[in-house]
Nanobody, 123 residues
């Protein structure tokens, strides 16, 4: 069955860095886009970044541009989200999700989701 497993979340101080991983199984990874989303308590889910099946990238959140970098390794069925210069407002549960080929800005367009990994930015 399709599985997406996120990892790498942690408690980090403002200005710190984390790398999140999303390991996929149960489908043909190389022809699927992977998106990262986040949701903080009391807030709506927000698209963070996405990488399509060919490796092109689309950033959705202006607040992360220049700080976050998405990449994929098709040999390992893994997508990474490198997060630098973290801010308290980055605190959220981060989810990866998948859909065929191309990215979408709408989470409703993604077929499968992981369970999430918690990122907390606090001193």
């Amino acid at each position: 069955q399709v599985q997406l497993v996120e990892s790498g979340g942690d408690l980090v101080q403002p200005g710190g860095s984390l790398r999140l991983s999303c390991v996929a199984s149960g489908f043909t990874f190389r022809v699927h886009a992977i998106g990262w989303f986040r949701q903080a308590p009391g807030k709506e889910r927000e698209g963070v970044s996405c990488i399509n099946s060919s490796g092109g990238t689309i950033d959705y959140a202006d607040s992360v541009k220049g700080r976050f970098t998405i990449s994929r390794d098709n040999r390992k069925n893994t997508v990474y989200l490198e997060m630098n210069s973290l801010k308290p407002e980055d605190t959220a549960t981060y989810y990866c999700a998948t859909r065929p080929n191309y990215c979408s800005g709408s989470g409703n367009q993604y077929n499968y989701w992981g369970q999430g990994t918690q990122v907390t930015v606090s001193s």
